[in-house]
């Protein structure tokens, strides 16, 4: 599990531009909130100009996977993903860097009950998680309503690293790496709800090929599966969407998941279809940037050519 200690080599000059980021984006989310909302949104929009292969890869997600939408739906909705973007970096410092009392006055939950329903029973949760843009801000608002652990990948440079960690520490339990199976399975036994989000393309290896949106044949982690098997831990879907009126935001949380099949390529098609669902709440907010499609079945090419 990640540990969140301050080292002297932090104050090194190669990390000196790495600070000064960081200097910056506190100082961003002094701001009020809703200044930081359409400073946000206006960074997310100026990014587009510098981002144009991230954009394509968003365009051809989208007519992946909803052909039916117009040229002009999609552009749509680009453009107001890429304000979700810009505002994914400053609720990144709002998680890290804001008060828990100024975080409450922005968000409210719906849904709490139901996994203070599962814990009730003495058992641990897999909490299933979505990569929308406010995810950052998603676990330290999660936190704040129930305190967590969750997967994650460590990051490479060593002092954001820190930052990170000691950020999402601020509401929650620990960190465990996403590779830690064994740390993962054992805090679930114990009782533990851990956050773990099987929505991208993590390769070929421990994967299985299932439905998603409109694309037959995508490579779903069967990480959820494994867990779900060794952990014997019910499952629930914990998502936050930014509010349209730009009063905050809002944590959903499901009731647990019933009937999770026992084989691995329909658990795949299973845990895909939850995630659809979440992300039909905003889908102006989800992770369109990413190459989700990326790993194809043996002798199929590529869908980004």
């Not at 932090?10 to 009020?32: A, D, E, I, K, S």
């Not at 995810?135 to 954001?160: D, F, I, K, S, W």
């Not at 520490?169 to 064994?182: F, G, P």
Request: charged share 25%; glycine share 6%; with cysteine.
């Amino acid at each position: 599990m990640s540990q969140c200690k301050f080292q002297r080599a932090f104050l090194h000059p190669r990390y000196w531009l790495t600070w000064f980021g960081l200097g910056l984006l506190w100082l961003l989310v002094q701001l009020p909130y809703p200044a930081i909302r359409v400073l946000g949104s206006r960074l997310g929009s100026a990014s587009r100009h510098f981002l144009k292969r991230r954009e394509s890869i968003a365009r051809r997600n989208l007519e992946l996977c909803f052909p039916n939408d117009t040229p002009a739906q999609r552009e749509k909705l680009i453009k107001e993903n890429f304000k979700a973007i810009g505002m994914a970096l400053l609720e990144t410092g709002i998680a890290w860097f804001w008060p828990d009392e100024r975080v409450r006055k922005w968000f409210d939950v719906e849904g709490l009950e139901n996994l203070k329903e599962v814990q009730a029973q003495n058992r641990g949760v897999m909490v299933i998680g979505v990569h929308f843009m406010s995810l950052e801000l998603g676990g330290r608002v999660m936190g704040l309503c129930q305190p967590m652990m969750a997967t994650y990948r460590p990051h490479n440079n060593l002092l954001m690293e820190w930052v990170q960690t000691r950020g999402r520490l601020r509401s929650n339990k620990a960190m465990i790496s996403r590779n830690n199976l064994r740390g993962l399975v054992s805090a679930l036994k114990k009782g533990e709800a851990v956050w773990f989000a099987p929505d991208q393309d993590y390769g070929r290896k421990g994967s299985s090929f299932a439905p998603f949106f409109a694309v037959e044949n995508v490579a779903t982690t069967n990480g959820t599966f494994v867990i779900s098997r060794l952990s014997g831990a019910p499952m629930l879907t914990v998502t936050m969407i930014r509010k349209a009126d730009n009063s905050g935001y809002r944590l959903f949380i499901s009731p647990e998941l019933k009937n999770y099949p026992q084989d691995e390529t329909e658990a795949a098609a299973y845990i895909n279809k939850v995630i659809e669902k979440e992300i039909m709440r905003a889908p102006e907010q989800y992770l369109w940037v990413h190459r989700r499609f990326k790993t194809r079945p043996v002798g199929e090419s590529s869908l980004y050519k």
